[in-house]
């Protein structure tokens, strides 16, 4: 046990303080695996799914005031409150750890504490970071074997030099009032207590891969983002590669799995998947960003998904996936979910485990739904059938662009491109949309989003800024070309106008043709516009007066986007880069002139 020395003291630790009745440490193996999902179906704490249809599925519900992340609960420990910064709430450590350890003393008694020893990216590749996640939660065990590389090798690798993120994780009572998600960027270590939901509880993924790691990609000169990564290989057969920032609950499984409309496929167009939520980004070979996705599996939202929104991500839910807060179907043991077909089933259990029937309506007459908003898939990569032949790349792929994108009604236009590296990093840090069910309060009110970090940035926003802006200068000439996207333009009466999904190919390609100077584009007052005729239609009911109606820029509301904006940064205070303070004052004197 010495080489694990420090992993010992730590499980040591923590078997003190929660007082578990036994400890299993987690090995990563079938057998174990299997073993864990027998007792979690004995206690009913998962489900088994029909084993012809759904072979390998599993079946689970939160407790339904646990149903998606909670931001006002989430806190960045840091020892410098300024080093939190004016968008995480922030709490002093040692008060952090005090109170935190009172929630979490004796919590365990009675249960099995599970040690996970998982990896973030490939096992021994340049790119991996090592955590141990301490859990009650057999849930939690199964869903870190699908998002994240459980290996009891990750112990040998820490062996090397002893150093790790710690997670502590226990459900305690699921008290929503002492629900508390920390993170301690100076201690590589996350307490997440009173939860059981993914995004607070699966601590490779958010706490660790976004909040802990965007700490560690500052300190070290990387960069970890809230980014799906892409893959489009072109008829010569070449692939370039693009990530893109949007919210949670935005779209981003469906773009990184994206299906290109029949024109392109004819052509020999094929788009493959890296990643689907984050991705981690370092300068590499011939000086350019290289960008993986450290995670194993999609935890992806359900209602929506279906065979024509998303028919990779439906596939990757056929087997080994646990469906989380979905409809239960007891007659055929299957899902169902809002949005995937016409014909949810008759006699069902809704996600809060009430008989449904699909005209079921609460007591002021409104119908219920059988899924919730935010109900969730855990399904492994390998069973995408557009996974990259890189997905398990050591040296990660080159990106050509970067994307950011939200839910915008009215201001953003379909697609622009920032004019360089520097405004592209404004692009990114003015970025608002519309929240959505992935995280606990209102959904469709417009915030903004730098980058869609706002919830996952691990440290000081302003110095968050900066450092995007020295990345830029570390790569100079050959960094990736910004866009911004907006599928979510409506009309007078609220409806999409943009089709979306797999037709998002077509701007897409712009952007990659527009990477390759192939296309020129107007110089607008907030980036290079595309010209409508540009935007391959083909195939498509959409008309050029349609697409024009959707590119544009309007003088008055991107008048009051300025204002919003320049209150937004008054946030920052002096900490603000200068940088974004020049491209703000450009932006507004061209906006002005339109
Ligand atoms: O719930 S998660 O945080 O894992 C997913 C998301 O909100 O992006
Ligand atoms: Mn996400």
Not at 160 to 167: S, T, Y
Not at 368 to 393: D, L, M, Q, Y
Request: net charge neutral.
């Amino acid at each position: 046990m010495a080489k694990y020395q420090n992993v010992q003291e730590f499980v040591d630790k923590y078997q003190t303080l929660m007082n578990p009745d036994k400890v299993v440490w987690i090995d990563g193996s079938t057998k174990q695996k299997k073993e864990l999902t027998d007792e979690a179906v004995a206690s009913g704490e998962v489900l088994r799914l029909n084993n012809k249809l759904l072979p390998g599925c599993l079946y689970h519900r939160t407790a339904i005031n646990d149903v998606a992340r909670v931001e006002n609960r989430t806190f960045i420990c840091s020892r410098d409150k300024e080093n939190a910064g004016p968008t995480n709430n922030w709490m002093e450590p040692q008060e952090a750890y005090e109170k935190l350890d009172a929630i979490a003393k004796d919590c365990m008694v009675g249960r099995t504490m599970y040690v996970i020893p998982f990896s973030m990216g490939k096992i021994g590749s340049p790119f991996a970071k090592y955590g141990i996640e301490l859990t009650d939660s057999i849930y939690v065990v199964l869903n870190m074997a699908i998002m994240t590389r459980v290996s009891s090798k990750v112990l040998d690798k820490i062996g090397d030099d002893g150093v790790f993120v710690r997670g502590i994780h226990s459900k305690v009572k699921l008290e929503e009032e002492n629900r508390y998600i920390c993170q301690f960027p100076e201690d590589n270590t996350i307490y997440s207590l009173n939860s059981g939901y993914g995004g607070n509880v699966l601590l490779g993924k958010k706490c660790f891969a976004l909040r802990i790691a965007s700490y560690q990609g500052w300190k070290e000169g990387w960069m970890a983002e809230h980014m799906l990564i892409l893959g489009i290989q072109k008829p010569d057969g070449e692939t370039k590669y693009v990530a893109a920032a949007f919210p949670s609950a935005c779209g981003k499984t469906n773009l990184a799995m994206l299906i290109p409309p029949d024109c392109y496929t004819e052509e020999g167009y094929k788009v493959f998947t890296v990643g689907d939520d984050i991705a981690w980004i370092r300068k590499g070979r011939g000086g350019q960003l290289y960008a993986v996705n450290p995670e194993n599996g999609f935890f992806g939202v359900a209602p929506g998904t279906n065979i024509k929104s998303n028919p990779n991500a439906l596939t990757c839910t056929k087997k080994d996936t646990i469906f989380t807060n979905v409809l239960y179907n007891p007659s055929d043991k299957t899902v169902w979910w809002e949005g995937l077909n016409n014909t949810p089933p008759e006699n069902a259990i809704d996600w809060k485990g009430n008989p449904w029937t699909p005209t079921t309506v609460d007591a002021n007459g409104v119908k219920v739904k059988g899924a919730h908003p935010n109900s969730r898939f855990t399904a492994p990569a390998k069973n995408c059938p557009c996974i990259s032949s890189e997905f398990e790349s050591r040296a990660g792929v080159p990106l050509s662009a970067i994307i950011f994108g939200g839910r915008r009604a009215k201001a953003a236009p379909l697609v622009y491109q920032a004019f360089d590296w520097n405004h592209g990093v404004f692009v990114g840090a003015v970025m608002a949309s519309e929240t959505t069910a992935a995280a606990a309060g209102a959904v469709g009110v417009v915030r903004h989003d730098p980058m869609a970090m706002l919830p996952f940035c691990g440290y000081n926003m302003s110095d968050y800024f900066q450092h995007w802006l020295n990345m830029g200068k570390k790569v100079k000439a050959n960094a990736p070309k910004i866009f911004n996207v907006n599928w979510f333009r409506t009309d007078e009466n609220g409806k999409f106008i943009w089709p979306g999904y797999g037709e998002n190919m077509r701007i897409l390609d712009w952007i990659l043709k527009r990477c390759e100077g192939e296309v020129a584009a107007e110089e607008g007052a907030i980036g290079y516009l595309p010209f409508a005729s540009d935007i391959k239609l083909d195939g498509l009911d959409f008309s050029i007066e349609q697409l024009e109606s959707i590119i544009g820029v309007d003088k008055e509301t991107w008048q009051d986007e300025v204002k919003d904006i320049e209150t937004f940064f008054t946030k920052f205070g002096d900490k603000l880069p200068n940088e974004l303070r020049k491209q703000l004052k450009s932006l507004k004197a061209r906006v002005n002139k339109l």
